[in-house]
């Protein structure tokens, strides 16, 4: 069963520090997606990409996130200068067609000290 | 505003009863519409999406659409202890933002 791997499984920083989580998405999915989870929380639409571009973006996807897709398997999420509120889980996911049927990877766990 | 709202329980059942989820979604115009669950700790999982109006069956698992009503529904027939998580219910309201609901803990009681 193809699946979407994330990288790392947990990491902690220190507060204004940029953090990068990794993404391989399956081989022949095209559009790609970031989803956080606050502890306890709901999961929350970040932003989706496709074709080498941002396609929608939350409100809550500010100037302090970025994302990219440097080489055909990987797609990153960049946190700068996290705030202790950056903690929690961020999901990939990706989707083959734009009938955003979504297979989620396991999750990268941040905490901000 | 991309709005789906579902009671967040939680929802107890017996083994072998009927669990009823329920969703709306605020956007008319929104085409698809999902369910996953989410075990404690892992991430979201597929059961079913929904495009049409009307019932659409899957094993122990029924989806209903009424989009005049803009309400999802999920029931899951025969109800086992392994059904117990949260369900989410998710709505693609541009073709590339897809929101979730805060989800409903369901509890399958032995």
């Known amino acids: 069963e193809p699946e979407v791997t994330q990288t790392p499984s947990h990491q902690v920083t220190q507060m204004g520090q940029e953090v990068i989580l990794r993404c391989v998405p399956i081989?022949?999915?095209?559009?790609f997606y970031w989803y956080r989870q606050i502890l306890g929380q709901k999961v929350e639409f970040l932003v989706s990409?496709?074709?080498?571009?941002?396609?929608?973006k939350s409100e809550i996807f500010d100037d302090q996130f970025s994302v990219e897709r440097p080489d055909g398997s990987n797609f990153t999420l960049k946190i700068r200068s996290t705030k202790l509120e950056d903690s929690a889980m961020y999901f990939c996911?990706?989707?083959?067609?734009?009938?955003?049927?979504?297979?989620f990877g396991a999750g990268s766990r941040l905490t901000v000290l | 505003q991309k709005e789906v709202e579902q009671n967040s329980g939680p929802l107890s059942v017996p083994e072998g009863a009927i669990a009823s989820l329920n969703c709306t979604y605020s956007?008319?115009?929104?085409?698809?519409f999902f369910w996953y669950r989410q075990y404690s700790g892992k991430s979201p999982e597929l059961i079913m999406f929904?495009?049409?109006?009307g019932d659409k069956e899957d094993g122990r698992f029924t989806a209903q659409l009424n989009k005049a009503s803009q309400y999802v529904s999920l029931l899951i027939r025969d109800s086992q202890p392994s059904d117990s998580a949260t369900y989410l219910c998710?709505?693609?309201?541009?073709?590339?933002?897809?929101?979730f609901g805060a989800g409903t803990r369901l509890t399958v009681k032995p």
């Open positions: 996911a990706s989707g083959r067609d734009q009938a955003n049927v979504l297979t």
């Open positions: 081989s022949n999915h095209l559009y």
């Open positions: 990409f496709y074709n080498n571009e941002i396609s929608e």
């Open positions: 956007d008319r115009g929104s085409q698809s």
């Open positions: 929904i495009y049409s109006n």
């Open positions: 998710a709505v693609n309201y541009n073709n590339n933002d897809m929101r």
